[in-house]
């Protein structure tokens, strides 16, 4: 058989059934919203196409033409899906919305395939998730900080070294994989579970195979086809998942039976166990958070699932934010007022067992805050999915049906002359307060990293905004302090170029920087 008809043949046997089965394309394009780009059907299937490496020229055009004057526009996903970008006017409408008009559940799961990799997703766990992280990780850091503490600095010190009488090469993406993972799986899991390299290692292989076959069957398979491919995409992830939960499952099981006795003896639930996010996890859905629960080894999935938003974008952030300040104009001084700082509150040991120091590092907070401004790692953002049945009409005018994906141009809006002075400007002490004349520019208004408003959307904002944002913040500072003061880093001269991949934005993953210890 001639190769063209073989091709066709195959093509036939995905698509098809594909199209009948599962036929029903996400989202909708209304007629009533401009296409960035020339018209023509042809034309949006080669933007389309083109959407892998020019999102982001293709989102800020659109910007620049339809949302700076307050109106929305349709960009093709690289995957056939339209998506109605809102402009900035619209985000404080959008995120005020109730779950039953707009929800984010749903857009997430198809745009980053994890509900063909996961299918077994259950509704119910996220919300318990959601809400252990807003009890237990927003403010009261001190139950945990000796222990973080702890894994943070044997990290450094393990990946960047102690010998004093040589330089060291290390790979920056790779040492803050390592420093974060390592920090933020002690805090989560404990010990001994964090230490066990069995699990540790298909607990990340599980982590790393969800986020890659995610990233590609969201940016590069066509959604008529994720159906049917999403089964062979599943296989890593199965895999990792089986070898993972035959440590975690019975972990689940042990607590969940030590609280039942408890509950029988009247003890109070939860005593005499680890103080860690299982724990907490589990305390919460005796309290009614998990609703229909299902077995232990899919509570123990969903835990392993939803952790995941814990690491990729912190570990992205520090290897960004520590790129760009490195990479700075060294006459500038920025990393030397960085380290300053770290010196002034970090004097004894004391001061690194105490949660609340990390709060007294404003030029540090604030660098990590113009590095999330400048490139947040997704360049839309606030994706929600219109689900009441009469559709909804945005402030502008335009009526949305059901099913529309909407979302906004997050990194657009960051760089817009109009809400930042000089934007395409590295500055990063500009959300200081600066009392004093300073050599250090002063554009922009005194803000912390975690604070989110309708000019900074890198970690949402409104009810679903990070709930996870203040510990991500709180891990970087200690990883960044620690460093400044123990280790002499060199500049790095010109910045690495970004690299851009559909809607992602992410450091050159093989930037090595010059380290050796004080
Ligand atoms: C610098 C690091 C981080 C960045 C940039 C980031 C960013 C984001 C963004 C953009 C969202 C979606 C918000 C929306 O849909 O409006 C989100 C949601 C979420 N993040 Fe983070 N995140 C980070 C770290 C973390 C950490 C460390 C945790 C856990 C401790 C976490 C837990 C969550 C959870 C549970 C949600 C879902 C919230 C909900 O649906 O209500 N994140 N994050």
Known sequence: MPYPAIIIYILGLVVLPSFIFWGKRPSKSPPQVKWVGKPGFFMRIWLSLRGIDERFDQIRHGYRKFNAKGLPFIISDSTFIPLVVTPP??????????????????VIRELLGFKYLLPDLHHGL???FTDVVRRHMTRDFGKFQEALYDELHQAIDETLGLDQSSQRQVCLPKAMETIVQRSIDRVVFGLPLCRDNGYVRSWRKFNNSLAIMGVILGLIVPWFLRPFLGWFFRIPVEFWRRRSLKYLTPIFQERSKQMEEQKRKGIPIGSDMPDDFITWYLQAGRNGRFHNPPDYSTI??????????????????????????????????????????????????GDWLEARTVSKLPYLDSALRETLRRNPMNIRGIPREIISKEGVTLPSGTHLPQGTFVTTAVDSLQNDKRFYENPEEYQPFRFVAHSESTAWPQAGEATSFTTTNDKFLAFGYGRHGCPGRWFASHVLKLVFAYIAIHYDVQHIGKPPPKIRFGDFTIPSLATTITVRRK
């Open 89 to 106: 006017e619209h985000v404080k409408w959008l995120i005020g919305k109730p779950d039953h008009i707009l929800t984010q559940r749903t």
């Open 300 to 349: 123990a999935m969903h835990f392993h699932f939803f952790c995941i938003s814990f690491y990729k974008s912190t570990i992205m952030t520090g290897t960004s934010a520590m790129l760009d300040l490195l990479s700075a104009d060294p006459t500038m001084g920025y990393w030397e007022k960085i380290i300053e700082e770290a010196m002034t509150e970090y004097q004894t040991e």
């Open 126 to 128: 996220d919300v318990a």
